[in-house]
């Protein structure tokens, strides 16, 4: 069975730093793309990085270029997103999610899901 | 970055109901769209994939068409557990990808 399971999140100050983890289970997780996608309190869903199988490619939304970094461990199935300079408007529920990543190419959908860790930038 | 538009932004309707829900994207994207369920407190499930291919253990009430620019997703008799908010994605311009804002069905 497929597993993604988050942590790492919390309260944290404005300016501040984050480091999220996500753990997979279930599947060969070097073979995959995966990706983050958040969720701020009530409101919609936002594509926020990917990274590519061996973690030569990584792509983020123009929101938070040169403030998070994502980046995996295959030797432990670990999927990670670093959250430097965090602000206010960070503050969301953050998901990992799979690329169905069919014969090696991705395919920007999302096929499984964690149960998301919560972030909140607040002073 | 290519917008997505749906709608309506919600829905009332009953069980047995048939429902359609739009999604419009602001460019064409080919048959590059997913949709996706979601209930409070949950995470998103992914319905349909490249516009209209049913993802594996999904009920087959549910079916999306379209391509280009207009897509439908449509649940063709309406059980309790569809009552959730509905999320399409477009998945053409990568990396950049984009969600809709959601639209809410809600028992009536």
């Known amino acids: 069975e497929v597993q993604l399971v988050e942590s790492g999140g919390g309260l944290v100050q404005p300016g501040g730093s984050l480091r999220l983890s996500c753990a997979a289970s279930g599947f060969t997780f070097s073979s995959y793309w995966m990706s983050w996608v958040r969720q701020a309190p009530g409101k919609g869903l936002e594509w926020v990085a990917n990274i590519k199988q061996d973690g030569s490619e990584k792509y983020y939304v123009d929101s938070v270029k040169g403030r998070f970094t994502i980046s995996r461990d295959n030797a432990k199935n670990s999927l990670y997103l670093q959250m430097n300079s965090l602000r206010a408007e960070d503050t969301a529920v953050y998901y990992c999610?799979?690329?169905?990543?069919?014969?090696?190419?991705?395919?920007?959908?999302?096929?499984?899901w964690g149960q998301g860790t919560l972030v909140t930038v607040s002073s | 970055d290519i917008q997505m538009t749906q709608s309506p932004s919600s829905v009332s309707a009953s069980v047995g109901d048939r429902v359609t829900i739009t999604c419009r994207a602001s460019?064409?994207?080919?048959?590059?769209l997913a949709w996706y369920q979601q209930k409070p407190g949950k995470a998103p499930k992914l319905l349909i994939y490249?516009?209209?291919s049913l993802q594996s253990g999904v009920p087959s009430r549910f079916s999306g068409s379209g391509s280009g620019t207009d897509f439908t997703l449509t649940i063709s008799s309406l059980q309790p557990e569809d009552f959730a908010t509905y999320y399409c994605?477009?998945?053409?311009?990568?990396?950049?990808?984009?969600f809709g804002q959601g639209t809410r069905l809600e028992i009536k």
């Open positions: 999610a799979r690329d169905p990543t069919i014969f090696g190419v991705v395919s920007n959908y999302f096929d499984y």
């Open positions: 994605q477009q998945a053409n311009s990568f990396p950049l990808i984009t």
């Open positions: 490249a516009a209209s």
């Open positions: 460019q064409g994207i080919s048959s590059w």
